[in-house]
């Protein structure tokens, strides 16, 4: 009876803070807010078509992966633990949250084109999701199943790596979702026990209790849900919940928990743990204020993106490192999985860079513009979008990467345990269903609002209908071919008689944008990495014009990265390019390719060629190495060279004609 009162007043509080949603901005400490779903609309271009493929291909191939049993059991754990099934648990302890992202991509794609049939499996889905949830609200399958088998042993939180409050934190962000998309509240009530028992169970933390902080989704679902219902009991949880981290008597830098957040200034460790962290505490941020929370959010942010971030915006560069590495006090150093590695440590052929990492970047990044109103974030948040996340899943929608290197060749160091070449199904299956939701959700992130302002984030043919805080109603339609053309139009279809302020991002990258309105050049300087300010009563029918030229830029990194020393990689707009051997003349490696420092790279954009993606083509030189078999070093010798024709593709299209060697990086001859 306890958790049933707290859920109806959980659902109270929701429907009195909906209804007044939509005028009044209770967040001082976010500069924006997001959008729903349902306001904004893909009409057309990239992410029409990568929308397209993620609700015709993807989410019902997962499905058929979901509610089967020919990999792992998904849906079915859910069966066993209601007692509508029999069987025994069969898989990884993370999988519950697998099958909450892939239903949270159902409940993102619901928002723009519902469709009837997944209206009714949803709910159920739901039901069974429900009948499997204990009475006093804790959910996780792996233990659950086990006691309906009969095996009381096995408790709650008995084991820290069991990913329960992983699991349970998805649980509470897809709720969110398909309350928001659906108005139904079957899911959310769900969502509202297993917050309530959480709330419960963590009432006092322990030290013991410090450790069961695993990959912490937990923390953006419980402010999901406490931004949802308006129950402040889950904001104070996630409070306890980080201030319980720092009770840890045993930590390590795999779990970011070493040291106190608080003392915390560089990304370490675990890459997808790490970025999840950085993002629940800029959420947790974002509603409170803590000045003490930000001093280190921006110092990790800082070396991350000056020292440890892949220019496709992937982290996470080791499969297996050591932190702190080189420590003196060696009894601190903490062996790590997919570790974010030390500075300038970026390996090309061995680069782990998770998919889940990379969008673990995406949202923290989100994040942190949501409380600066800072560009540089969104162009990091775009530069993975458009690089290291999209190369997670083939074109076709249907198979995936786990890890995303920036050089495949036939001759690797060592034998890697992850695919080189996309897969249907990945063992540890947590990044496919994360892909699906993120590209079903991109339009969340295309704009924020404020009292009286639009902030354009991301460039694509879409159309927005939306209130502003202070009541104003903005339509606008954007019309454009980015990212294979800079060029950007803006129609104001709808808007009010108040002024309204449009704010357009200057990528960093465009170092010679232009603006039009109505024809009239906008007089400002247009600054790249900040936002072009244009507030004024608008009329309808007003046309905005931004030009964002896209040269192609040769990109050279840090001497201290020292695998890419002396090399170049190639970038257009947001685009980071590649080289495959698939587009080399016959009888040339991809090790014997150079790139000359006055290359000329044409852009030409090709409607039949991977979906349609703007190539750059131009001359290499082909070096012809010799055999190194058997040897480490040997006398050099100036090899003969040729020139040659080669075809660069994105970066994010690769592996999609079949196995091929690539590379990012090309040395520089």
């Known amino acids: 009876m306890k958790y049933a009162h ?17 005028s009044v901005d209770v967040r001082p400490h976010r500069v924006a807010e997001p959008l729903h779903l349902s306001e904004v609309k893909w009409t057309d271009g990239f992410w029409k078509q990568r929308l397209d493929t993620c609700r015709v291909k993807t989410v019902p191939a997962m499905w058929e992966i979901m509610r089967g049993t020919k990999y792992k059991p998904y849906l079915e754990h859910f069966r066993i633990a209601a007692g509508l099934s029999e069987g025994t648990y069969h898989g990884a302890s993370f999988n519950d949250g697998d099958f909450y992202k892939w239903l949270e991509a159902v409940c993102a794609l619901q928002a723009t084109a519902p469709d009837p049939q997944w209206d009714v499996r949803l709910d159920e889905i739901i039901e069974v999701i429900g009948k499997a949830q204990r009475a006093d609200g804790y959910i996780h399958t792996p233990v659950l199943v086990a006691n309906r088998n009969g095996d009381m042993t096995v408790k709650p939180f008995g084991d820290r790596f069991n990913f329960e409050m992983y699991n349970m934190g998805h649980l509470l962000t897809v ?85 106190p957040f608080v003392r915390q200034n560089e990304a370490v460790g675990h890459a997808v743990r790490g970025t ?42 080791l499969y297996d490192g050591a932190s702190p590495d080189g420590s003196k006090d060696q009894g601190s150093i903490t062996r790590v999985h997919q570790a974010f590695g030390r500075n300038y440590q970026l390996p090309n ?65 060592v034998d890697l345990r992850w695919s080189r070449t996309r897969v249907p199904y990945v063992t540890s299956f947590c990044c496919p269903p994360n892909v699906a939701r993120t590209i079903a959700q991109v339009s969340g992130y295309a704009y924020g609002k404020s009292d009286n302002t639009i902030w354009v984030n991301l460039y694509g043919s879409n159309t927005l209908d939306t209130q502003l805080h202070r009541g104003s109603r903005v339509r606008l339609e954007q019309r454009t071919e980015y990212p294979w053309n800079g060029k950007v139009q803006i129609t104001i279809t709808e808007c009010d008689a108040d002024p309204i302020e449009l704010k357009l991002r200057i990528p960093g990258w465009a170092k010679s944008a232009t603006l039009k309105v109505d024809g009239e050049p ?17 009329q309808r029918g007003t046309v905005i014009e931004m030009n964002l030229p896209m040269p192609v830029q040769l990109i050279e990194s840090h001497p201290l990265a020292e695998e890419t020393r002396n090399h170049l990689a190639v ?48 001359s290499f030189l082909s ?47």
């Not at 930000?294 to 982290?315: D, H, Q, R, S």
């Not at 906008?522 to 608008?538: D, H, K």
């Not at 495959?580 to 409607?607: C, H, M, N, W, Y």
């Open 6 to 22: 707290l859920t109806l007043f959980a659902i109270a509080c929701f429907v009195a803070q909906f209804a007044s949603a939509q």
């Open 175 to 259: 709720a969110c979702v398909h309350h928001e998309v659906t108005g139904k509240g079957n899911l959310l009530n769900i969502a509202c026990k297993a917050a309530d028992f959480l709330d419960d169970a963590y009432r006092n933390p322990t030290p013991e209790q410090a450790g069961h902080a695993i990959c912490p989704s937990h923390y953006m679902g419980l402010l999901d849900l406490y931004r949802a219902t308006g129950e402040t009991r889950y904001l104070n949880l996630v409070q306890r919940l980080i201030q319980m981290r720092d009770q840890i008597i045993d930590g390590g830098d795999d779990n970011q928990d070493r040291l």
């Open 276 to 317: 999840y962290l950085y993002a629940g505490i800029a959420d947790l941020y974002a509603e409170t204020g803590d000045e003490q929370l930000l001093k280190p959010l921006m110092a990790i942010w800082n070396n991350l993106v000056e020292k440890k971030l892949y220019i496709t915006g992937g982290c996470g560069a």
């Open 349 to 413: 052929t061995t680069a782990h860079n998770e998919t889940c990492a990379n969008i673990g970047n995406t949202l923290w990044n989100w994040r942190m513009f949501v409380i600066s109103g800072d560009a540089k974030y969104i162009d990091v948040m775009e530069i993975a979008f458009y690089n290291s996340v999209l190369s997670g899943v083939s074109l076709e929608g249907t198979d995936f990467f786990y890890t995303n290197p920036l050089r495949v060749s036939q001759t690797a160091p």
């Open 522 to 538: 906008f007089a400002t300087e247009l600054v790249p990495g900040t936002y072009a300010s244009l507030e004024r009563t608008w």
């Open 571 to 618: 970038k257009r707009g947001p685009i980071v390019y590649c080289l495959e051997s698939v587009d080399l003349p016959e009888g040339t490696s991809l090790a014997d390719v150079r790139i000359p420092a006055e290359v000329k790279l044409q852009p030409r954009f090709d409607a039949d060629w991977l979906d349609g993606v703007s190539l750059l083509e131009g």
């Open 623 to 669: 070096s012809k190495a010799g055999s190194w078999q058997n040897q480490l070093y040997r006398e050099f010798n100036r090899p003969e060279t040729s020139t040659i024709r080669a075809t660069l593709v994105p970066y994010y299209a690769w592996s999609n004609r079949g196995a091929s060697e690539m590379s990012v990086w090309l040395p520089l001859e």
